[in-house]
């Protein structure tokens, strides 16, 4: 099983090596203002490792803004975290000391709690559902909780359906995961849905997970086959069950500090964002899905795939987080909870 791991992790870098080159772009000509001006910075932050679907849209992002501002706005990425976890980004893009905030749903739950909700477990039973909602009637309720919080909504993107890794026992029913400590995104409803299965969550931003998975820190994590292979997660762990039992979209915000001081032709031009980069961002991510599957498989990762009266199962303790998770939140939260689920 070492030699199998070894094998894929140099198959998986040599992917993420070819991604990256694929990826890469030039930055277009004209970033400087068409009045010799100094071009505008706009800082991106998000914790996505380089070498993914999620840079591929934020460079395409880029050439966007920076062509259609006619070289008014300068983009500069910062990828894998480097200027920090999700909740310090969150922070800092609602001060204005970085201007835009790519990642979680639930990072934002931190200032703005409705957003807490949409990552609440066993909301959707498919991606299509969700882009139906999200697109449709949550997307104004999300916009205006995030103007209440000091953000602006710039797009949607991906993460996918979180699932269930594990190192020494594979999760086959509720119980299953009782006394596990867990690696939890450092957000209320991820630590309230472990609670609800009896795990012990245990907050840790993405830059440590991998060690405390290896020093038997925590027994697992939930998260994406993609991310968990992004950041090498799924090298410290033995078992994966497909719980999909949350939906993590990815967001883009403003500082709305930031977006409120800007001419209102570039306002117009970054809230008015093209639907084909929300698109093209969830089917890139996606597609590589079922690869990466097989792909640990392969591994000796064993994958385990929930039947339906066994999702059942699961649904049955998850869902009262999200009434809870719409509660804290208020009439906010309350009402886009409605909203995602269609009531």
Sequence with gaps: MTT???????????????????????????????????????????????GTPWEKQLRTLKRHIETESAGRIKVRLF????????????????SGSIQCFAGSTAALGSIVEAMNVIEAPYLFDSAEEADRVLDGPARPLVETALRGGGFRFALWAE???????TRSRPISRPSDLSGLRMRSQEAAVHLATYRAFGATPVPIDVTNVLTS??????????????????????????????????????????SASWLDGLPADLQT??????????????????????????NLERAGITVRRLSASERAAFAAVGRP??????AEAGAAGRSLLSALRGD
């Design 269 to 294: 031009m970054l809230t008015s964002l093209p639907a084909s980069l929300t698109a093209e961002g969830r089917s890139s991510v996606r597609r590589m899905d079922p690869v990466l599957i097989s």
């Design 79 to 94: 990828m894998g975290g480097s200027l920090g976890g999700e909740k310090a980004l969150v922070r800092r893009t609602a």
């Design 4 to 50: 199998q791991r070894t094998r894929l992790a140099l198959s998986l870098t040599a992917v993420s090596a070819l991604l990256c080159a694929f990826f890469a772009s030039t930055v277009p000509a004209g970033t400087r203002a068409q009045d010799g001006a100094e071009p505008i910075e706009l800082k991106i932050a998000t914790v996505a490792p380089e």
């Design 213 to 254: 998975l290896q020093t038997d820190v925590v027994d697992g994590f939930d998260n994406t086959p993609l991310f968990a292979f992004a950041t090498s997660w799924y090298q410290a762990v033995s078992h994966l069950t497909l719980s999909e039992h949350s939906y993590q979209p990815g967001i883009m915000v403003y």
């Design 321 to 326: 987080v999200q009434d809870a998770a719409a």
């Design 159 to 165: 993460n996918g359906f979180r699932s269930w890794f």
